[in-house]
Each structure stands twice: as C-alpha cells, then as structure tokens.
C-alpha cells in the first residue's frame, strides 16, 4: 500500500521559515517526477514545485509566487520529498500535499498540475501570521 506522510507543517510569523517532509512507504517509483501542492480555504489545489529524477537531470520548477523563496530536493537516502520554504508570507498559508505519480513520469517545465500525479499525502498546515 502507497502512503505519502507529510510532516514540519506549523504555524510562523510573516518572513520565518519552514521545512515540509513526505515520508514515502511502499511506492516503487522514487525515480519520477514528485512534487508540492498547496491548497488554502475556499480555493482550488495549486502547484507549488515539482522535482524530477536524478536520473533525468532532477530539473525542478517552481510556482512564480515561490520562485527564489522555497527549495524542494530529495533527502540524500531517497527516500523523503522536502520542501524548504524561506520568507514566508501570510498568502502562503494552506494545506500543504506531496505528490507522486501513478507510473514513472517526467515534468517538463511549466506543464505540471495536480492532474499529473495519482498519490497524495494527508497534508500538513502551514499559517503565516502577520
């Protein structure tokens, strides 16, 4: 059984940081593109980065609201989705998801969406305060 389980979601002031992990059990592909999503209240799922294999150059590409601000990578076991997010706003507060594919998939830059991935963590929530 697949599970994705997200973790390091909290509450922080407007500029502090915050760091998402996604635990990945029983998933055979941690050699695709996997990615962040977030999704405040009343709004639709939007995506926040993807990263692809090491594999096939692991390219990342980022949400224009985030770019230069939040980093996601691959922990040095293979094993966890991070995402470093620095300078926080009040806008960026959310549920935060991870996301991997249904099959081994590559991102091309900008044409990435939540449609594009089958398997989603719980999520984690993230409030930036003012």
């Known amino acids: 059984q697949v599970q994705l389980v997200e973790s390091g979601g909290g509450s922080v002031q407007a500029g502090g940081s915050l760091t998402l992990s996604c635990r990945f059990s029983?998933?055979?592909?941690?050699?695709?593109?996997m990615g962040w999503f977030r999704q405040a209240p009343g709004l639709e799922r939007d995506g926040v980065a993807i990263i692809n294999s090491d594999a096939s150059g692991g390219m990342t590409d980022y949400a224009g609201s985030v770019k230069g601000r939040f980093t996601i990578s691959r922990d040095k076991a293979g094993n966890s989705l991070l995402l470093q997010m620095n300078s926080l706003k009040v806008e960026a507060t959310a549920v935060y998801f991870c996301?991997?594919?249904?099959?081994?998939?590559?991102?091309?830059?900008?044409?990435?969406?939540?449609?594009?991935?089958?398997?989603w963590g719980q999520g984690a929530q993230v409030t930036v305060s003012s």
């Open positions: 029983g998933y055979p592909y941690m050699d695709t593109c």
């Open positions: 996301a991997a594919p249904e099959r081994r998939t590559y991102c091309s830059r900008g044409g990435w969406g939540p449609r594009s991935f089958g398997y």
